[in-house]
T-cell receptor, first 113, second 116 residues
Framework: ETGVTQSPTHLIKTRGQQVTLRCSSQSGHNTVSWYQQALGQGPQFIFQYYREEENGRGNFPPRFSGLQFPNYSSELNVNALELDDSALYLC????????????FGSGTRLTVV | KQEVTQIPAALSVPEGENLVLNCSFTDSAIYNLQWFRQDPGKGLTSLLLIQSSQREQTSGRLNASLDKSSGRSTLYIAASQPGDSATYLCAGYIENYGGSQGNLIFGKGTKLSVKP
């Protein structure tokens, strides 16, 4: 059974640029969620995808968008990067009922300069 | 607004001590609660999941309890070791109604340091 994998592990971007982060869900999981973790803070919910559609969203602006593919993998896209977008971005997968909890990936560290 | 609070924010103990980490939440609608470990700059490793119908879960030296009526969860670590040094996060799963699935609400974590 494979876990959640994220790529890339680290990324440096310039303010105003766009970035795409990728996530492969754990085998058997059909829901993917994305979280943003600023330094010294707990992760904050961005959005989640189920059956290739956004299925819940936190308090993040529209320049944060995503996709889910038929194999349940997912992308997080951020447009017009701001310095405050610098954070660890975590992807998590879960089953429909969340009965067995969430499995997280190792994260992508994004630095915006 | 659902909030999860973890106390203390940081804790330093000598090796071998038993310790308790606390987590409180404002919304009794939390469906289940999950404890995670996070090493510096790394992702989250799930430690224990307590489902809504359960009161506690145990795994090795770890024991977590959940009291939804009082809005509290505790993580008990027995015989702490230097390898336990990490940040421990608790997260409540909040169900959403009206068609969308729920999501996790995290505390800020407790940074644990176990001294040899």
């Amino acid at each position: 059974e494979t876990g959640v994998t994220q790529s890339p592990t680290h990324l440096i971007k310039t303010r105003g640029q766009q970035v795409t982060l990728r996530c492969s869900s754990q085998s058997g999981h059909n829901t993917v969620s994305w979280y943003q973790q600023a330094l010294g803070q707990g992760p904050q919910f961005i959005f989640q995808y189920y059956r290739e559609e956004e299925n819940g969203r936190g308090n993040f602006p529209p320049r944060f968008s995503g996709l889910q593919f038929p194999n349940y993998s997912s992308e997080l896209n951020v447009n017009a990067l701001e310095l405050d977008d610098s954070a660890l971005y975590l992807c998590a997968s879960s089953g429909t009922e969340n009965y067995y909890g969430y499995t997280f990936g190792s994260g992508t560290r994004l630095t915006v300069v | 607004k659902q909030e999860v609070t973890q106390i203390p924010a940081a804790l330093s103990v000598p090796e071998g001590e038993n310790l308790v980490l606390n987590c409180s939440f404002t919304d009794s609608a939390i469906y289940n609660l999950q404890w995670f470990r996070q090493d510096p700059g790394k992702g989250l490793t799930s430690l224990l999941l307590i489902q809504s119908s359960q009161r506690e879960q145990t795994s090795g030296r770890l024991n977590a309890s959940l009291d939804k009526s009082s809005g509290r969860s505790t993580l008990y670590i027995a015989a702490s070791q230097p390898g336990d040094s990490a940040t421990y996060l608790c997260a409540g799963y909040i169900e959403n109604y009206g068609g969308s699935q729920g999501n996790l609400i995290f505390g800020k974590g407790t940074k644990l340091s176990v001294k040899p």
